[in-house]
């Protein structure tokens, strides 16, 4: 059985940085890609970023490009995001997904597991 478990959430001020982590487990991932998407309040969910996980492709929506950064690390089965800079706009439950293949998507359906999320507050 696949499990998602995502951490490091919490609050921070504007301009400040979180990594979020998600521990993998229950499957071997390599022949998968990760993503994260987020939904805020009010708000359908979006994608954020994704990780090819053999190979490290990546691929990021325009709104965090420059500022996130996906990784994973392979002997620990867990994929982290990087936030920098964060907006109060970046202020969402952030969720982990896992999708069977190689190819990287932004699209939620592409996905075939997901984790329970992790809350992201960014203050003005």
């Known amino acids: 059985q696949v499990q998602l478990v995502e951490s490091g959430g919490g609050l921070v001020q504007a301009g400040g940085s979180l990594r979020l982590s998600c521990a993998a487990s229950?499957?071997?991932?390599?022949?998968?890609?990760m993503g994260w998407f987020r939904q805020a309040p009010g708000k359908e969910r979006e994608f954020v970023a994704a990780?090819?996980?053999?190979?490290?492709?990546?691929n990021y929506a325009d709104s965090v490009k420059g500022r996130f950064t996906i990784s994973r690390d392979s002997a620990k089965d867990t994929v982290h995001l990087q936030m920098n800079s964060l907006k109060p706009e970046d202020t969402a439950v952030y969720y982990c997904?896992?999708?069977?293949?190689?190819?990287?998507?932004?699209?939620?359906?592409?996905?075939?597991?997901w984790g329970q999320g992790t809350q992201v507050t960014v203050s003005s």
């Open positions: 990780i090819r996980w053999n190979g490290g492709y990546t």
């Open positions: 997904a896992a999708k069977k293949g190689y190819l990287l998507s932004g699209r939620i359906d592409d996905y075939d597991y």
């Open positions: 229950g499957r071997t991932f390599s022949s998968y890609a």
